[in-house]
């Protein structure tokens, strides 16, 4: 059984105001409600100190609905792991379903730890015809702060080799984008001119060598 986090720091909370001694049965169940209420209310938000923030998350699913709850759920429930995994998931989904009305209601997402589904295949389509734009857009956000260029127009090259990397990858993409930005070869900062860009690393055999690490710190 996956017990949540905030639970788990309830029950002990709990436990360590008997000092110690409460039946930790117990001390979970009570512990257990007592979270459960203070989730409900909104509680205290755990800090995250990693880069899976929920401000990330929440920009990237662009469905702004019951922040509040969403939140509260990235924050007390969700382990590191699981907040990962949305992440690096939500960007593939959200090219799959760009009119937003066809998409779930974002605490349902994470309720549902939707991550763990496969994007529609249809949604290659999608991505190469109507939403190549809205990539392009995460793209330069993510590569803001980098010495990598952004791109001002995705040609049909673009769109067919970032369909192709998607048909085959999808579930790479993300992560491959992310070793780019923690490469300081590939965001040219190593002093040796390795600077990369959106043409090179949507090339199929440049995006297998970043996948398997040679570019690496």
Known sequence: MDVPQYALDAAMSFAAGFGGDANMVDAFL?????????RKKGGTLKPITDEYTFNRWWDLYDNKIDREKCEVKWHNVLTFEERKAATEHTPLYVASTPDKKWRKHPYTYLNNKSWKNEVQGAGAVQLEEANADA????????FEETKIPKI???????????????????????PVLNKVLNS????????????TCFD?????NFFLKIKEGNFDD
């Open 152 to 174: 001002t127009e995705m040609t049909v090259e673009r769109r067919q080799a970032l369909n192709y990397i998607y048909t085959f990858y999808k579930n790479d993409i993300i």
């Open 200 to 204: 090179q690393i949507f090339t199929q």
């Open 184 to 195: 300081t070869y590939l965001r040219g900062e190593d002093g040796r001119n390795g600077r």
């Open 30 to 38: 009570k512990g257990f409600a007592l979270g459960n209420k203070n």
């Open 135 to 142: 990539f392009m857009e995460y793209f330069n956000n993510m």
